[in-house]
């Protein structure tokens, strides 16, 4: 397991959380257009499942708290975990989120990530454009990792770009289309670009000590270009947790599992 210290931020230096929150959503909006639309799907899908008004939620990989903070908006009782490992953005969303929910650092590389979790049964995990960062077999790994912390009947939802494989020549000429048109807006300064937005963390007196600490986290960057199959999700995730569908499937064994991820290894 991966822990992350916090470097302290400079003390003579106050951090704007809702400034660097708008130009996060921003920059963010640039790649995902319909952002705001895909987490609004995600609340309601929320609201049609929870059981209760204090839904239990997981916002898996939610950098600056996004999801967290609109999921707070709605439900104002829900009882929220907030999971990344970027000490950057993990201190924007801690700065915004003012002990409002649950904020925990760990990697999901590591397979006892969820040791360092509060809670168990959990309503809905949330994520957006987020575990496309992750290898692809330890991505199917992790679906069932997080199968395992809902309650029964609860929801998983990944908001993300995910390549149709019975179109993929299809989906490779709109992601060409998409891409040269984000291009278009970067270049004439209509949106900040990944690049760009980590530019002005970077020169920020504030959250300059944390970018540093950014580099040796992800030393390497992430492969922003590799999406999660969508067959890779139909596999695992649309599952209930009934718990005699649940024997069923132990009885049938991890060769399921172990076929996605065999399928998913060799994209
Ligand atoms: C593009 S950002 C999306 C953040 C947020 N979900 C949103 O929509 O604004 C991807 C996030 O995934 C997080 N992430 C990537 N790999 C991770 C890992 N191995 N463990 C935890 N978080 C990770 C990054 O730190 C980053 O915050």
Redesign the pocket.
Known sequence: MRYLVFCRMNPNVTLDPDAWQES?DRQ?EGYLPDREHRIATMLDAVEATAATERPRLLDL????G??TLRALARFPRAEVTM????PV?LAIAAASLTGRAGIVT????SPDWTTVLPHRGYDAVL????LH??PADRLATLYAEIHDLLRPGGIFINADYMPDDGLSELTKRLSTQASSRRNARHAAGAALSWRQWWDLVANDPGLAPLAAQRATTYPTG?AAEWNAPRRTAGGRIHRSRDPLARRNRRRSGSRTLNRDRARIAAH
């Open positions: 996060w963010q990989a939610g950098g600056t996004t999801i999971l990344d490992l970027d953005l760990a990697d999901l590389n994520t957006a454009t987020a960062w992750l992430h």
